[in-house]
């Protein structure tokens, strides 16, 4: 079955600085490459994800990138702010094929406090 | 925060009882799931199912049953087989199995003693 590392666990950055999450994963099927934000307490949210056909997607301060022959994919946060601080997941999904289970692969998280 | 709910958001238990935790959706949603999430382990994935009266197991499906009867109705039973019960239980569904984005519920806390 597929498999997600998920790195750092934890990340510290001043406000207004960068933060990068980086994740690899093993199945060279999967297509499919969600990142969710938890805030304490409440759910996870989807803020990004991205398909192997693409290399990079941006959405304003948060861009993730993929890169299929390495099997690793990144999360960018730029203009880091305080409201930014939250815990992380990547996660990974193969591509349908008709067969098999399709489920969701998540990392062990990453947790980002961003300093004021 | 509707579409997606889960009750109670507190639960507490003793040892040896089984407890069943709620979720319903309203999206209109096949695909329903529940994870476990534990501390520095991230979501993982219990039990999930594709479309009504079918399911599967997922990564740790041990001490847990589920039932889908309902098209927005996915609950979850902890039995008292599963040998460390206490966790934040979080309920998901997507459109279909291979498509797209999950939404999650709120999650439940439950806690065994």
């Known amino acids: 079955g597929e498999n997600v590392e998920q790195h750092p666990s934890t990340l510290s950055v001043q406000e207004g600085d960068s933060a990068v999450i980086k994740c690899t994963y093993s199945?060279?099927?999967?297509?499919?490459f969600p990142w969710y934000k938890q805030e304490l307490g409440k759910r996870p949210q989807l803020i990004i994800d991205?398909?192997?056909?693409?290399g990079e997607k941006k959405d304003q301060r948060i861009a993730v990138t993929l890169n299929k022959t390495a099997k690793h994919f990144s999360l960018h946060i730029t203009e880091t702010q305080p409201e930014d601080s939250a815990v992380y997941f990547c996660?990974?999904?193969?591509?349908?094929?008709?067969?098999?289970?399709?489920?969701?692969?998540f990392g062990k998280g990453t947790k980002l406090s961003v300093i004021p | 925060d509707g579409g997606i709910t889960q009750s109670p958001k507190y639960l507490f238990r003793k040892e040896g009882q089984n407890v069943t935790l709620s979720c319903e959706q309203n999206?209109?949603?096949?695909?329903m799931y529940w994870y476990r999430q534990d501390p520095g382990q991230g979501l993982r994935l219990i039990y999930y199912?594709?479309?009504?009266?079918?399911?599967q197991k997922g990564d740790i499906a041990e001490g847990y049953s589920v039932s889908r009867e309902k098209k927005e109705s996915f609950p979850l039973t902890v039995t008292s087989a599963q040998k460390n019960p206490t966790a934040f239980y979080l309920c998901?569904?997507?459109?279909?199995?291979?498509?797209?984005?999950?939404?999650f519920g709120p999650g439940t806390r439950l806690t065994v003693t």
């Open positions: 998901a569904s997507s459109v279909g199995l291979a498509d797209g984005e999950q939404y």
């Open positions: 991205i398909r192997s056909n693409v």
């Open positions: 199912s594709q479309i009504v009266n079918d399911f």
């Open positions: 199945d060279s099927a999967s297509n499919y």
């Open positions: 996660a990974a999904r193969p591509a349908y094929s008709g067969a098999g289970s399709y489920q969701l692969t």
């Open positions: 999206l209109n949603h096949d695909a």
